[in-house]
């Protein structure tokens, strides 16, 4: 177990577990709905159209429905669909706490939607990091073009490494922007482009905009072998996978911004 950072980059979580599709899971939405008011008191339904690739090469687009659950300062929020039980937050602490809340959605889920199986489990970090970008291992920061035909500020470096390790896979993606305006109308730009849309359902009002060049640091440890909906090894696999996330953590931004973040303190 490790210590919390007194100054974290930590902008967003995302903890997830996949489901076997169930085509009803509208019918069940007023009873969850009542079971977790208590603790997340806004409700916000979802529909957008999502794009299926068939196996002809052909593309057909759904209408996908979710349903968003949120805290009363809009900061944490339960977010559900067919196959999906996601909570995420824009206002990160501790762990515990969070997974605490998550326990007692999983448990009224469990129980409503009498869940005996779950296909997919993942944890997802996203940090956004402005100052001590110099100080993340420098395999993280990308390659950057000189020379007078290229222009220094107009650009976006990407890593990515996705490597087996125990219980699933590890992704580690690092976005290194030049400029804010780099990603010109993003929906959020405390968040990788594939977040932006569900980051945006919650608030960020306590987050100023970046002056200078910024990186994003996302870790997602998956793992997509099926299992049985135990709620205790769920939630086991949840905290090992935390802990997997803070040695990655560790080794990609270094000892100099561990110390100006507070671990070493």
Request: proline share 3%; with cysteine; aromatic share 10%.
């Amino acid at each position: 177990m490790h210590h919390k950072l007194s100054k974290s980059p930590i902008s967003y979580v995302l903890a997830q577990v996949q489901f076997p599709i169930i085509q009803s899971i509208a019918d069940f939405i007023p009873r969850l709905q009542n079971s977790i008011r208590e603790f997340f008191p806004h409700f916000q339904p979802i529909t957008h159209h999502q794009i299926i690739l068939l196996g002809d090469g052909q593309q057909s687009i759904v209408l996908l429905k979710q349903w968003h659950f949120m805290d009363k300062e809009k900061k944490t929020g339960i977010l559900i669909d067919q196959q999906n039980l996601t909570i995420h937050t824009s206002h990160y602490e501790q762990f515990q706490p969070l997974l605490t809340r998550f326990e007692t959605v999983l448990n009224h889920c469990c129980e409503i939607l009498e869940l005996t199986i779950f296909t997919r489990l993942g944890l997802r970090y996203i940090n956004f990091i402005e100052n001590g970008v110099q100080n993340v291992s420098q395999k993280l920061q990308g390659f950057q073009l000189e020379g007078a035909e290229f222009k220094d500020n107009q650009l976006i470096k990407k890593v990515e490494t996705i490597q087996h390790c125990k219980k699933g896979i590890m992704r580690i993606q690092a976005t290194h922007l030049a400029d804010k305006q780099a990603i010109e109308g993003a929906k959020n730009i405390f968040v990788p482009l594939d977040l932006g849309n569900l980051a945006s359902l919650l608030s960020y009002e306590n987050y100023r905009e970046p002056k200078q060049a910024y990186l994003l640091l996302d870790f997602d440890h998956y793992n997509t072998e099926q299992g049985d909906f135990d709620i205790a090894e769920i939630l086991n696999y949840f905290n090992f996978s935390q802990e997997l996330i803070y040695q990655g953590f560790r080794q990609a931004v270094g000892l100099e911004n561990l110390k100006i973040w507070g671990e070493l303190s």
